[in-house]
């Protein structure tokens, strides 16, 4: 079974700093993993999506990289803002026919003006 | 705005009430879920829609009864819900249940039993 753990739980930051979240996950025979947002009282939005094949994605501040083999993914965000506070998800994908994404423990990130 | 919408965005119901949440979209999408999550817990799976047919049911109780009218609305029918349902229940929609696109999510129903 399918077991996700990110680290740190939470995180509380000055604006400017540049960050990295962290996601393991137990079992790397994944086709893809996807990092979300999820703000207060939200749904969830997608953040980037990286393929088994891909190593690193890619979207202005945010870059993710997946090491499969080792079962590790990470968030990296540059220079944070303030509106960049909500709890980060990270979700691997995987299944036959249909893919199943089991999500994180998920990381509330709080950055101060 | 999210480009999958949900109603309605609260509900408050009793153990006997039988009532339904809504999700809709318009993007096209043949995938369709619906997620549970509990307060400051991640999402977690309850049903898959693939082409208006259902996918996955990751044994849910069957006081869930989940519906695909058509390829853009997906319904979830409630009836004798227990108090430990009450949880925000989100809807997702992606372009096919295998495909390398990402999940869109609405904005979710928070549900509360009584």
């Known amino acids: 079974k399918q077991e996700v753990t990110q680290i740190p739980a939470a995180l509380s930051v000055p604006e400017g700093e540049n960050l990295v979240l962290n996601c393991s996950f137990t079992?790397?025979?994944?086709?893809?993993l996807q990092w979300f947002r999820q703000d207060p009282g939200k749904g969830l939005t997608s953040l980037l999506l990286?393929?088994?094949?891909?190593r690193e994605q890619t979207s202005g501040r945010l870059n993710a990289s997946l090491d499969k083999s080792s079962g590790r993914s990470t968030l990296y965000i540059a220079a944070s803002q303030p509106g960049d506070s909500a709890t980060y998800l990270c979700?691997?994908?995987?299944?036959?026919?249909?893919?199943?994404?089991?999500f994180g423990t998920g990381t509330r990130l709080k950055v101060l003006a | 705005d999210t480009e999958v919408t949900q109603t309605p965005k609260h509900l408050v119901m009793g153990m006997t009430n039988k009532k339904s949440l809504k999700c809709e979209q318009h993007?096209?999408?043949?995938?369709m879920y619906w997620y549970k999550q509990k307060a400051k817990k991640p999402p977690e799976l309850m049903f898959v829609?693939?082409?208006?047919?259902?996918?996955i049911n990751e044994s849910v109780p069957s006081r869930f009864s989940p519906e695909c009218p058509n390829s853009s609305l997906l319904n979830l029918h409630l009836h004798a819900l227990q108090p430990e349902d009450s949880a925000l229940y989100l809807c997702?929609?992606?372009?096919?249940?295998?495909?390398?696109?990402?999940?869109?999510f609405g904005d979710g129903t928070r549900l509360s039993i009584l």
């Open positions: 990286i393929q088994s094949s891909q």
């Open positions: 993007m096209g999408h043949r995938a």
């Open positions: 079992d790397s025979a994944i086709y893809n």
């Open positions: 979700a691997p994908g995987r299944g036959s026919g249909t893919y199943k994404y089991i």
């Open positions: 829609y693939s082409y208006e047919k259902l996918s």
């Open positions: 997702a929609s992606s372009l096919g249940v295998s495909s390398n696109q990402p999940q869109h």
